[in-house]
């Protein structure tokens, strides 16, 4: 079987750590043919450093490479939408990181787009797809703690009032660039089922975007889930499942956990092998998204039974209206 060779869109922190897990596996199955950055020297200087031979100075050239069988789309949020439709017009798969789009209505327009020309399509999720998160998903489903009733979690760090975070034009929000996380494993834990209810509260930074934000959201038979974010200080970062015969604790960071602890004891998860320094926490496992797209393909999967469109939808929708209840709008 033939590697799944990989463009890179665009040359960002994100970027680098999804780029070292490609080339910490197997030849045979990934590689890295190219890259495209719109800072050209950016780009060249990470292409140095790992090892990637073409690199472009545009999304367009790299799309129509014809190398290039799928795209990893790591760019700024805003870019997302019409970098991927250019990509499917082409002919290319795509991995986006998340949030696939700005919005629930480009959300729909990109997922229907991708049916259309028979390509796959999926949100880089990539906590759905650690062992550490299949472990909670058996335990819950074994019975460990019953029905699931409740679901807590926290993501925050103070941020640099620099940065993008607090940049409307590239899509900056402390929900949208940590919050995913949080109502993705709402979304996971309650089987795909849409809230009866959200209430959201938040604070806007001078720039118009929310820095912090409190939300609850209610679901059939009265089952709850709450998660605070903050771009200001620095939280927890752990998860709680609570059932009706115990708990399950996703320690920090949660969203890319290592241990899991369940009623009956502990899960620890090793982290695969690195060759340059990572920017985020735990992206080595980043891996294993990879390996979902390649299986994905080989089986002519056109979305990810994992991380489906109508997760993305469903979770697009979410944000939606979380950003309106805190008067952020895209």
């Known amino acids: 079987m033939a590697p799944t ?53 545009t999304y367009e050239e790299l799309s129509r490479d014809p190398d290039v069988e799928v795209a990893y789309v790591g760019s700024l949020h805003p870019d997302h939408y019409p970098t991927m439709k250019m990509l499917l017009e082409h002919g290319k798969h795509i991995l986006c990181e998340k949030p696939l789009t700005m919005n629930r209505q480009d959300t729909n327009e990109i997922c229907r787009l991708a049916k259309e020309k028979n390509l796959f399509l999926m949100e880089a999720l990539w906590s759905r797809f650690l062992p550490s998160y299949k472990h909670m998903e058996e335990a819950i489903k074994n019975g460990a703690i019953g029905d699931v009733r409740y679901v807590h979690s926290t993501f925050g760090y103070p941020m640099p009032r620099e940065s993008r975070f607090f940049r409307k ?85 949660f969203h890319a956990t290592t241990c899991v602890e369940t009623p009956s004891g502990k899960f620890e998860m090793q982290l695969p092998p690195t060759t340059v320094p990572h920017n985020f926490p735990n992206t080595a496992a980043m891996r294993y998204e990879a390996e979902e797209v390649r299986r994905c393909l080989q089986e002519g999967l056109l979305e990810s039974p994992t991380m489906t469109h109508r997760d993305s939808l469903l979770l697009a929708e979410m944000l939606d209206e979380i950003l309106k209840q805190v008067g952020v709008k895209y």
């Open 5 to 57: 060779r990989w463009g890179i869109v665009a040359a960002g922190r994100i970027c680098n750590d999804f780029v070292d897990c490609i080339n910490n596996m197997p030849r045979e199955e990934h590689q890295v043919v190219a890259l495209a950055g719109r800072n050209l020297e950016n780009a060249k200087r990470f292409a140095e450093l790992h090892r990637i031979t073409k690199v472009y100075a």
């Open 169 to 253: 034009e590239c899509g900056g929000s402390v929900l949208l660039t940590l919050g995913n996380y949080n109502a993705n494993l709402v979304l996971q834990l309650f089987g795909g089922e849409r809230p009866v209810k959200i209430s959201a509260c938040g604070e806007l930074a001078p720039e118009g975007v929310d820095q912090a934000d409190a939300v609850v959201m209610e679901f059939s038979g009265g089952r709850l889930a709450t998660f605070a974010l903050s771009g200001v200080v620095r939280l927890p970062g752990r998860a709680e499942i609570v059932g009706t015969k115990g708990t399950i604790t996703l320690h920090p960071p």
